[in-house]
């Protein structure tokens, strides 16, 4: 064990995720298991800036991994993008004697640790914290598994009234850049339609699939829209096209927001923070740094930050190949 690792801060920055909270938890347990004192930070890389930190030890971790958000807080930082706020962020661990960080996050959380490390050749370890899965390195990211579960559940409430209203609904989802959310849950929850920043449908494509549901007897329809599909600006206007041609459609849009964030971790997202976070610590005194952990194969791995941020995450081609199939 490097004697130069004796304390080492934990933060979450970025969005929120389910998973976060089993995710401090666990870095702090592995912590005391191997005898190397932890913080917490407060509020990302402000509270770095700022110095809020919080001595934590296994019993102030308990009763968290089951609690949704991050009870570090979380926040985007300003200051941190400048030199000098990075400059004031070193001086704070440094005073208090912090020698390494695990930070709990998505890209920009990376981007901003691997930036940290460069300059001050700090060592930084990432955690993918996102409810998105969009971060190379990793089949599964705190949160999207969690995700996943809420957005399939309320799928399956608002059919409920598309059917005993005869109506077809727009449900959009978080995925801005990625649509590993939509596909899934879409799949999961019998959609008629997926559209995803990944494929271009085609507005023409689109009428014609809701046609060919119509023509097969279905009353009602589900359409699930990753925010970020290319067909319309948003999802008003993909309803506002349906009711110009398809006047028979009565359509509504139901947009879940940040209710996908929200809620208690499910039990893959609460094992896999555990996993990750003893991985994370364990890395550290290990000596090494600039590393995300990830989960490959059913493994932990370690896949460089620069990788991690400037790679791009896979759609799942047999599963879209799926959907067509289901769709039908």
């Excluded at 005073?95 to 490390?117: S, W």
């Amino acid at each position: 064990m490097p004697k130069n690792i004796k304390k080492i801060g934990v933060m979450t920055s970025g969005g929120d995720a389910p998973g976060m909270n089993a995710a401090i938890r666990s870095v702090v347990r592995a912590c005391a298991y191997h005898n190397i004192e932890c913080v917490g930070i407060y509020r990302g890389f402000d509270g770095v800036i700022e110095g809020d930190f919080k001595e934590m030890n296994a019993r102030s971790v308990k009763d968290i991994i089951n609690k949704g958000g991050t009870v570090l807080k979380s926040a985007r930082s300003n200051e941190f993008r400048t030199k000098e706020g990075r400059k004031k962020a070193f001086s704070s661990l440094v005073n208090a004697g912090v020698d390494a960080l695990v930070v709990i996050g998505g890209d920009g959380t990376f981007t901003g640790a691997l930036i940290f490390n460069e300059e001050f050749n700090f060592p930084v370890i990432g955690i993918p914290g996102t409810i998105d899965n969009d971060i190379y390195g990793t089949t599964h990211t705190l949160g999207y598994d969690t995700a996943l579960n809420t957005v399939v559940e309320a799928i399956d409430k608002i059919r409920d009234t598309a059917s005993s209203h005869n109506r077809l609904f727009f449900v959009e989802v978080m995925g801005r850049d990625a649509g590993h959310i939509a596909l899934n849950a879409g799949v999961g929850a019998g959609a008629e339609e997926i559209l995803i920043p990944e494929e271009d449908l085609g507005l023409d494509r689109l009428l014609d699939s809701l046609k060919r549901s119509k023509q097969s007897g279905k009353s009602s329809s589900i359409v699930v829209v990753a925010e970020g599909d290319k067909i319309g600006k948003n999802v008003f206007e993909l309803k506002d096209y349906v009711d110009e041609n398809m006047p028979d459609y009565d359509v509504r849009v139901s947009v879940l927001g940040h209710i996908q964030r929200g809620g208690s971790p499910s039990c893959f997202d609460r094992v896999l923070a555990s996993r990750m976070g003893v991985k994370a610590v364990e890395t550290l005194l290990e000596g090494k740094t600039n590393f995300m952990v990830g989960l490959l194969d059913n493994k932990m791995e370690l896949t460089p930050l620069e990788n991690a941020i400037k790679g791009k995450s896979e759609i799942n081609l047999e599963l879209l190949r799926v959907s067509d199939i289901m769709t039908t």
